[in-house]
């Protein structure tokens, strides 16, 4: 036992659900030390397809029953039974906002017991969080997927400006189904507890769309660009939560404008800096033909 | 497209990038100082070579820094003018104290750059190839840098030991304040 638990650790993937489930296999396992000669190569998989002879029902998955390794070996993790629940929670935040209830009431849909809210906070900070996540999860694939398209040639790559523009509004559109309760959302993701995680989330997405949009600046600008695509995705989303206009028109030409602003901010800082650049080259030059003249230039 | 994270510490490698890349960016500010002050005297050319090979570091750490996607110290713009001052000023004590300004500098990074190299073969040597590569050829360019520095009478310059010793505790706190911020 002592030679494969430090090998195992080092091929665990960094996904915590699978660490999660690693980490509770390794106790489950302590409790059947005989079979475990033969179950030592599947290990290092993800989902073991055991050997152990259990006659479990292949119907509703098990729920979490904290039975120590009495359980079957797909068994899942506690981490991806939240993330069920929260999914399907969703579909309950327009009736109840982004709440326990909401939580109960997905929970019930997956034959769970409403109780399973009291796994959460009851302020619903886990179901927007998980939410916002599950966007930027979504955005990132959009985005992946349009880059492979660009490099087999099968689409025009956009412009920058374009690109920005259309990334935000994909991730704001994904806010479409809960806009109601959007505003609910952002105080929740505002409170103390909550801003680490949700800046965190925050600046991972805004991070990704540069990423995909080509940015690689090793500078300042690598925090210039991504604070001012920052501001201008908060400012859309409070424009967005106020919209009223048909399919939120207003909200995408707001967008329009204010990428087209910051765009054009830059090329203009770019004009200033080229021609201050060009000032002072001006200026050494004159320094320069003064020392020739006056003599001070003499190589000793 | 880009290097996979797969199971690498994206964390720990974050870090080595950042500071590294500050590291080269620091570097190439020192000998451009050195330049504006030296460039047209004898040892001229030398530095102008130390920091070619400075550059084509720097252009390293840029390519890597967008394939890992990290991110890069917010402190460049000071270690942008502290470069400078800092090659500048050893430059006007004269030849031996711009290569005294090289020893120590040199002998900090390559210090830097074995940690690293120890950090990383602890880690995973195989996980970590491409990168270690890179460090392991750096380093013994800065300790190259470093010979040059010592054969062209740095141990002569004025108050060596004491600019030697400020400089190389300039350099331990750049490096501690750029893997963080």
Redesign the interface.
Known sequence: MEAEAPVRC?????QRALQASAALRRVSDEHKKEPAASSSQHQFDSHPTDQQPEQEPQGPRPSYTGQGGQESEDYESEEQLQHRILTAALEFVPEHGWSAEAIAEGAKTLGLSAAAAGMFHNDGSELVLHFVSQCNTELSELLEQE?KLV?LGETEKKTTEQFLRDALEARLRMLIPYIEKWPQAISILLLPHNIPSSLNLLTSMI?DIW?YAGD?????N??TRRAVLTGIYNTTELVMIQDTSPDFEDTWRFLENRVADAVNMHNTAKQIKSTGEALVQGLMGAAVTVKNLSGLNQ?R | GGVSAGATNAALVGRIIRVDHAGEYGANRIYAGQMAVLGRSAVGPLIQQMWNQEKEHLKKFNELMVAYRVRPTVLLPIWNVAGFVLGAGSALLGKKGAMACTVAVEESISNHYNNQIRTLMEEDPEKYRELLQVIKQFRDDELEHHDIGLEHNAESAPAYSVLKTAIQLGCKAAIFLSERI
């Open positions: 080092q091929l665990c993937p960094p880059q490099q991070d990423h690689q600046s090793t500078d300042l690598w925090y190589r």
